[in-house]
């Protein structure tokens, strides 16, 4: 699947990926009255609004973009309505043609670690018949358990050939407060991202290996240094825009080739249309509004890696 996202953003010249992470106060009100007329002001009310919201964002932005990334609490939320919807979303952004990031951020050991695996990009046997549950190409893992928590992991990713982003230096505030603490002089994300090349070396695409890790677009001096300690392993960054990170803040996250990351907007690009850059097109046109956004961090990132050749 590496190969895949690799050869999508060298189609589109555009390494960047659409987090459809959707709060019912995104979805414009004619979208929420259709759907509550349906369903009532229910959880089933509220799946439906969700997902006519991502699927009118998706077909506006598709033909932009490499990949999409749910995050799946945004659907838990919503129960099993949502989780439903969160199904539709995955199986229609890969009919579309794109590659689907599943954020779950699981992370246990064992039998359950495996059950995790098995559930996203694996398959489970139920008697004679075999099918896959949610079906993402990649999920984000969280690392704290160590290699018990991540190796299930890896082995279903070898056997599926999909891909795993592994928490490593996170984007919010507070990842400073484990992240950063130092072992034996060095912070501890330099250690975790040494044990994601590590992990990596085993699980090799063409170009790149089908582990990659997260690191925030808000640390881009971590960034630089964890790009290196990563040579091979895609970095999926997040916080552009609506937490603070732009283009010219990203060029070292990416190789010399100018691939090596994919960098995640969420309500930058789908809540477009509450911003004031972007208010022209109401709240009727929101799926434009998303689209212009695209463009323009598209514009934003590959200006900034074309000046910094």
Known sequence: MI?????????????????????????????????FKE????LEGAAEAIWQFNKAIVDATFDLIPAVKPQIAMYEQFGIPGLITFKKTVD?????GLVVIGDIKR?????????????????????????TPMGEDFVTVNPYL???????FIEVCKKEKK????LVKTSNPSSGEFQDRLIDGRPLYELVGEKVAEWGADCMGDEYSYIGAVVGATYPEMGKVLRKIMPKSYILVPGYGAQGGKGKDLVHFFNEDGLGAIVNSSRGIIAAYKQEQYAQFGEENFAEASRKAVE????????ALQAAK
């Open 92 to 96: 229609y952004c890969q009919e579309k």
């Open 146 to 152: 160590g290699s018990d928590g991540v190796k299930p």
């Open 107 to 131: 992370g246990d050991i064992g039998s359950t670690s495996a059950a995790y695996a098995t559930g996203h990009i694996g398959k489970v046997q139920v008697g004679s018949q075999e099918y």
């Open 3 to 35: 190969n895949k996202l690799t050869e999508k953003i060298r189609k589109t010249h555009a390494p960047i990926c659409v987090g459809l992470d959707p709060m019912l106060s995104y979805v414009p009100q004619q979208i929420q009255e259709a759907a």
């Open 296 to 303: 323009d961090m598209v514009e934003d990132i590959d200006g």
């Open 163 to 166: 891909g795993l982003f592994i």
């Open 39 to 42: 369903y009532g002001e229910t």
